[in-house]
């Protein structure tokens, strides 16, 4: 995995935090030695549409900043509607986590469309790991660590190293959430590792 | 190494050439350009009323001396189109360098025109930056170019350059002297007598940039294998690169003027030679134009849109790795007004009274999606006040629908104010909403005229907006809480019963600005499902697929209070438990 470009996908709901994992991921890879792009929309898909964020990672130069179809080494889904959508990015093999969180899109509550059905039993046919990463970040006490948590499971199937991790979300998040952030980064990681075994 | 987005990049580049003045009007996606320029040491920033008034002020400011920046989306180089057109006749004083920010694949604009044009059309040098170490790079350089050649210079990016953060080497600030300003009609007066000559001034530059483009260290020649020879920029580079590792590519880093010559010479040194570029025929048409015989790719290329490495592989009949199918039941996810968002309201009376809606650019764009359904058109920033007036002309004597003009605050700032002013004079009748929520939210709640915040938090202060509507002569003016719907349908029917031009300022704040949360709604047991309370298209509220009822989120909801309104069964009530803060 490290000569190639890697490419993360992380998607969700506006609002959900997927530009702070993003941010996170990109400044652990930075961290540990590899040159980085991550790419952000803004703007009006921000008012709760569907939002995705890209993290491209390499030894030998990132070239381009997105990703097409089949081209993702991991897709991060904050949320499973959103897992479903972007299914198609992921790379044959690929790592899929999705959060086992559900929100349901302004179409679906006026009642003019209808949610998928099972999304979460074809997800894990798709090989998902589901993870109930926001009871994971309230058990320790930091239920906003959602992202973090995720970003743990992540990093399980990532070489950088633990302190490249630690120490970037001690230089990042809020100075009074560091100990409970990488609390959550760690549970994210034995969640993963768990489901490993 | 940091990682700067190509925004943050830009206003490094303008930082470390001493530019000291900068002045935009926000736009996605060019709005964090300014804002970062103006969080930095020994510099003036501002937020102009619009894109035409920032490039005066930055011609104004360049003419004295110093170096400034000046930043806009595309369309915003529309609206600034005419101070540069000309000022590319005067030039410059100190360097002035403009960022024209350009959305292929619209994620957040109304069109996705290619700036370049503007470029050739003003004969303004551009250079497109591919990452954000080049955007850094080609700003700071820009000054050079732009004091070298007495002329002002485009930086052009798109939402890939521009929204993508990658390694960056910051450097140091070089503080550069003020060029005392001397007198010098000639130069600065354009008036026919002194215009005339200055052309012949900007055509002999034209032809030195030409030369210099030739061989300037902007433009780059990467020969791998010669049977497939691509020319492209920007970001366009990076798909390419990543989707034909082995192709030879000219990497235009300079996208006006073309080097004619450096570009003949690549295309004999290869066997085909492709043009690659987003939702534009801007590089075809010029490339062509040298006399190059451009090939076509086995497979067409997208013409409208953005490009990715997958869509450039494609066209050369390249297969898409294995992937999963999209499932075909996955709802769509459209962005919508929040919860809570004082314009919604607006949008349910305006609907409900069956108005045609002349709307205009901002979040309450969003009124124009179902279940609000309650825009007609949007073309422009400014346009919903004069296209209703155009409305009210044409429908005059016939029995009509009223018209309604809906504008945010920042709009009206922007260019809605000289529209009315148009309206007023030549006597138009008419109705025109002012959603005054206290910023320009879309962009990310910058200061306008009417909220009175600056830029770099300087003191200022709050236009008086019913003051200048009375000051118009406008006599029909009326303040209204959007929050309040029996005052907001009172307010919209004495409006349009009224011959002579309404205007309703709906005044409340944006609900991101300080985000007060009060206890949150929910319905009772005795729900009725009737349905009314989903179309206000409130993301708080759901209606059960099955039996109908409805059902409020209470982590959604902020507490507004605007559905209760509309449950005539009085099934909607607070939780108030009192004192919530979040």
């Known amino acids: 995995m490290t000569n190639a470009t890697i490419t993360v996908l992380l998607c969700g709901v506006g609002g959900q935090g997927t530009v702070l994992a993003a941010d996170l991921l990109a400044h652990a890879a930075l961290e540990a030695g590899y040159d980085v792009k991550v790419s952000e929309i803004h703007g009006m898909s921000q008012r709760g549409g569907a939002v995705t964020t890209i993290v491209r990672f390499g030894k030998d130069g990132v070239r381009s900043m997105v990703a097409d179809v089949g081209a993702a080494d991991a897709v991060v889904s904050f949320e499973t509607t959103e897992a479903l959508r972007n299914l198609p990015y992921l790379k044959e093999g690929g790592y899929l986590l999705v959060a086992d969180e559900t929100i349901k899109p302004l179409p679906v509550l006026t009642g003019r469309a209808s949610m998928p059905d099972k999304a979460v039993s074809r997800l894990k046919e798709a090989d998902a790991h589901v993870m109930p990463a926001g009871a994971i970040a309230a058990e320790v006490g930091s239920p906003k660590s959602v992202n973090v948590a995720l970003l743990g499971a992540l990093a399980t199937r990532l070489d950088f190293p633990q302190q490249a991790w630690e120490q970037t979300i001690a230089a990042r998040v809020p100075a009074k959430t560091i100990e409970k952030n990488i609390e959550a980064f760690r549970a994210g990681q034995a969640f993963a590792s768990r489901c490993e075994e | 190494m940091e990682l700067l987005s190509g925004n943050e990049a830009i206003a490094q580049g303008a930082w470390e050439a001493g530019a000291r003045i900068g002045a935009a009007y926000p736009g996605t996606p060019s709005t964090e350009t300014m804002e970062a320029f103006g969080a930095k040491e020994g510099v003036y920033a501002e937020w102009a009323v619009n894109e035409k008034v920032a490039v005066e002020v930055a011609v104004g400011a360049s003419a004295a001396g110093v170096r400034v920046l000046s930043t806009m989306k595309h369309v915003g180089v529309n609206v600034a189109a005419d101070p540069l057109f000309t000022a590319a006749y005067?030039?410059?004083?100190?360097?002035?360098?403009?960022?024209?920010?350009?959305?292929?694949?619209?994620?957040?604009?109304?069109?996705?025109?290619?700036?370049?044009?503007?470029?050739?059309?003003?004969?303004?040098?551009?250079?497109?930056?591919?990452?954000?170490?080049?955007?850094?790079?080609?700003?700071?350089?820009?000054?050079?170019?732009?004091?070298?050649?007495?002329?002002?210079?485009?930086?052009?990016?798109?939402?890939?350059?521009?929204?993508?953060?990658?390694?960056?080497?910051?450097?140091?600030?070089?503080?550069?002297?003020?060029?005392?300003?001397?007198?010098?009609?000639?130069?600065?007066?354009?008036?026919?007598?002194?215009?005339?000559?200055?052309?012949?001034?900007?055509?002999?530059?034209?032809?030195?940039?030409?030369?210099?483009?030739?061989?300037?260290?902007?433009?780059?020649?990467?020969?791998?294998?010669?049977?497939?020879?691509?020319?492209?920029?920007?970001?366009?580079?990076?798909?390419?690169?990543?989707?034909?590792?082995?192709?030879?590519?000219?990497?235009?880093?300079?996208?006006?003027?073309?080097?004619?010559?450096?570009?003949?010479?690549?295309?004999?040194?290869?066997?085909?030679?492709?043009?690659?570029?987003?939702?534009?025929?801007?590089?075809?048409?010029?490339?062509?134009?040298?006399?190059?015989?451009?090939?076509?790719?086995?497979?067409?290329?997208?013409?409208?849109?953005?490009?990715?490495?997958?869509?450039?592989?494609?066209?050369?009949?390249?297969?898409?790795?294995?992937?999963?199918?999209?499932?075909?039941?996955?709802?769509?996810?459209?962005?919508?007004?929040?919860?809570?968002?004082?314009?919604?309201?607006?949008?349910?009376?305006?609907?409900?009274?069956?108005?045609?809606?002349?709307?205009?650019?901002?979040?309450?764009?969003?009124?124009?999606?179902?279940?609000?359904?309650?825009?007609?058109?949007?073309?422009d920033m400014g346009a919903s006040v004069s296209m209703s007036h155009g409305f009210e002309l044409a429908l005059a004597g016939t029995d009509h629908r009223p018209v309604f003009a809906v504008i945010g605050d920042s709009t009206f700032g922007h260019s809605g104010l000289s529209s009315l002013v148009s309206t007023v004079y030549n006597r138009g009748g008419g109705n025109v909403c002012i959603l005054d929520n206290r910023t320009t939210a879309m962009t990310g709640r910058q200061g306008n005229p009417f909220n009175g915040e600056t830029l770099q938090g300087r003191p200022s202060r709050e236009l008086d907006l019913e003051g200048i509507l009375h000051a118009l002569g406008i006599e029909d003016v009326r303040a209204v809480d959007p929050n309040d719907a029996k005052a907001v349908r009172a307010a919209l029917k004495a409006a349009a019963a009224n011959e002579e031009l309404s205007v309703i300022v709906f005044r409340s704040p944006c609900v991101l600005i300080d985000r007060i949360r009060k206890a949150p709604y929910e319905v009772t047991a005795a729900c009725t499902a009737c349905g009314v309370c989903s179309t206000l298209g409130c993301p708080a509220i759901s209606k059960d697929p099955e039996l109908g009822v409805a059902f409020i989120d209470e982590g959604s909801c902020i507490g507004c209070g605007q559905c209760a309104q509309y449950c005539a069964f009085g099934c909607i009530v607070s939780t108030d438990k009192g004192g919530f803060d979040d």
């Open chain 2, 90 to 379: 005067s030039g410059v004083g100190g360097g002035m360098v403009v960022l024209a920010a350009d959305d292929p694949g619209m994620y957040s604009s109304q069109n996705e025109q290619d700036s370049h044009w503007y470029a050739k059309a003003a004969a303004i040098p551009m250079l497109d930056p591919a990452d954000s170490a080049e955007a850094l790079a080609f700003t700071r350089e820009a000054y050079e170019v732009s004091e070298r050649f007495d002329v002002p210079v485009f930086i052009r990016s798109t939402v890939r350059v521009s929204h993508t953060r990658t390694p960056v080497e910051c450097g140091q600030r070089t503080e550069r002297d003020l060029a005392p300003f001397e007198s010098n009609p000639a130069k600065w007066v354009m008036m026919p007598a002194y215009a005339k000559p200055r052309r012949k001034v900007q055509l002999e530059r034209i032809d030195k940039l030409s030369e210099w483009v030739e061989t300037c260290p902007y433009n780059r020649v990467e020969m791998r294998d010669a049977s497939v020879g691509i020319v492209c920029a920007g970001a366009v580079y990076q798909h390419v690169r990543e989707a034909l590792p082995e192709a030879s590519v000219f990497k235009l880093g300079v996208t006006w003027p073309l080097p004619k010559q450096a570009l003949r010479d690549f295309a004999d040194a290869v066997e085909s030679l492709y043009v690659i570029e987003e939702a534009s025929t801007y590089l075809h048409d010029g490339v062509a134009a040298c006399g190059i015989c451009v090939a076509d790719t086995p497979v067409p290329l997208p013409r409208d849109g953005e490009l990715s490495p997958g869509l450039v592989a494609a066209a050369f009949g390249l297969e898409a790795p294995a992937h999963a199918e999209a499932p075909a039941d996955v709802p769509g996810r459209p962005p919508a007004l929040c919860a809570g968002c004082p314009h919604r309201l607006v949008f349910k009376e305006l609907a409900r009274m069956k108005a045609i809606v002349t709307g205009d650019i901002g979040c309450y764009t969003l009124g124009a999606l179902p279940p609000l359904l309650a825009m007609d058109t949007t073309i």
